[in-house]
Nanobody
Framework: QIELVESGGGLVQAGGSLKLSCSAS????????VGWFRQAPGKEREFVAS????????DYAAYAHGRFTISRDNAESTMFLQMNSLKPEDTAVYYC????????????????????WGQGTQVTVSP
């Protein structure tokens, strides 16, 4: 069992930056892939970025490439999402998630493969 708590959301102007954090409890955090997803009002939850258990492999949605960076600190059971050059269309609730399968080489990009979810943190980007 892994419990996840996001923090770091807020209101920022277009072009600004935010760093989201996700703190995890549970002994298996360091052995599983984790990811960030987001959901805007009236839209389905979508993939943002993911990172495998070791941190060596990351994957990004096309819109996140070059602007967002995912990272993790297994010693602190924490993951991060650094978001730069934010746009109004990035406005959404951002969720961190962890999968159940250990030591997968590549981190999944599909929400259905993630078993544990945080409660979400709101990110609002003003024009």
């Amino acid at each position: 069992q892994i419990e996840l708590v996001e923090s770091g959301g807020g209101l920022v102007q277009a072009g600004g930056s935010l760093k989201l954090s996700c703190s995890a409890s549970g002994r298996t955090f360091g052995s599983v892939a984790v990811g960030w997803f987001r959901q805007a009002p009236g839209k389905e939850r979508e993939f943002v970025a993911s990172i495998n258990w070791s941190g060596r492999n990351q994957d990004y949605a096309a819109y996140a490439h070059g602007r967002f960076t995912i990272s993790r600190d297994n010693a602190e059971s924490t993951m991060f999402l650094q978001m730069n050059s934010l746009k109004p269309e990035d406005t959404a609730v951002y969720y961190c998630a962890a999968e159940r399968r250990a030591f997968r080489g590549m981190a999944p990009t599909t929400p259905a493969l993630y078993a544990y979810w945080g409660q979400g943190t709101q990110v609002t980007v003003s024009p």
